[in-house]
């Protein structure tokens, strides 16, 4: 008979330093929705936030009742057996071994990770130098095994206190800290290029991408100077109406697929139906969602792609407050749609919203 894996002790989100209020009211919100009792533990600025459910649940109905693919603000989700915090610098290994050993678990992957702060990054030297040996003795245990939906997390504080926990393939971020590494294009006229590209990478599956981005589509950018976004829909073959009072990038224009129109964004519509509305101006968010909610429900896009800039206060409230107002107007019109939202790694006070109409 398999022996049950380790009930954990808590559930722990990485997040953007500094969204850890966020972090933690999306914990709450999400857990009382499954009917989960529990308190969370945050602090500011330390990249992580915890949630403690009580009474204690099996992983299984944690990892269940919780969906990383709801989250917002939550990074990683990972469930955590036990906080080691007395490593002896001598023998790292040999307690580690032990309360690895105690999951009851083998892993199909092992990363060694550090919050996304100034600390973090000066911890990250000590992981890679560790990884080395600290894998070679897991091996060696044989707790590796390529078919087990788990992955075993190493999240250290520092070079001696560390949290220990599981990720379930299927509702976790795959990246190491929930973190999508991209290399800026070259030919890329902004760095918000990048803004796009981890949208489009993280919020459509494969199978999404393939199916709504395709050569030949055509997208109407509101607030597109100098181009970053316009050059990821032009990568994908898509023609743009470019839409700013700005100058636009001239090798992007020279690609024949943009039409470049000074005009308010706020009142711009185009002639037929556009595939996507992608959006990157900077205004309050109500006014934003507003304007989606408009070229949605009267037809002048099918999907759309944009930006929140959140507030100084009630982050979580605002953008809560954004997606109730749209989903109401969709469901007037009846309409069907996927709505996702994400703070990506690109993302700094603000929040990437995706919605497709099906
Ligand atoms: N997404 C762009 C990129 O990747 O290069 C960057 C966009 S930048 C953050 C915001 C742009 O929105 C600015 O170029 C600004 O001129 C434009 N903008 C702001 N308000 C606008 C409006 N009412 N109508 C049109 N453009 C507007």
Redesign the pocket.
Known sequence: MPVDIMTPLCCLAYCRPGFEKETAAELMHLSQVAGIQGYVKASQDTGYVCFYPAPQLAIEQLNTALSFDRMIFARQLIFVSEITQQLPADDRITPLLGSIQALQTRFSQVLLETPDTNDGKQLSGFCKKFSTPLIKAIEKQQLIDSSSPWRLHLFFLSSSEVFIGLSHLKNSSPHAMGIMRLRMPKAA??R??LK?EEAFKTMLSEREQQTYLCNGMTAV??????????WQLVNRGIRVIA????PMDQALMDGGLVTHVR????TYTPQKTVDWLVC????RPMHIARLISRWLTEGHCRHAVFNLKLPMKKRYDMVMECREFIMDELQQVNARAIFRIRQLYHDREEVTCVIIRL
């Open positions: 006229p902004s918000s290029t796009l950018d509101l607030g597109a100077c100098p181009g970053g976004w316009t839409i700013d009072n700005g005009a308010d964004g706020f990157d101006m900077v205004e």
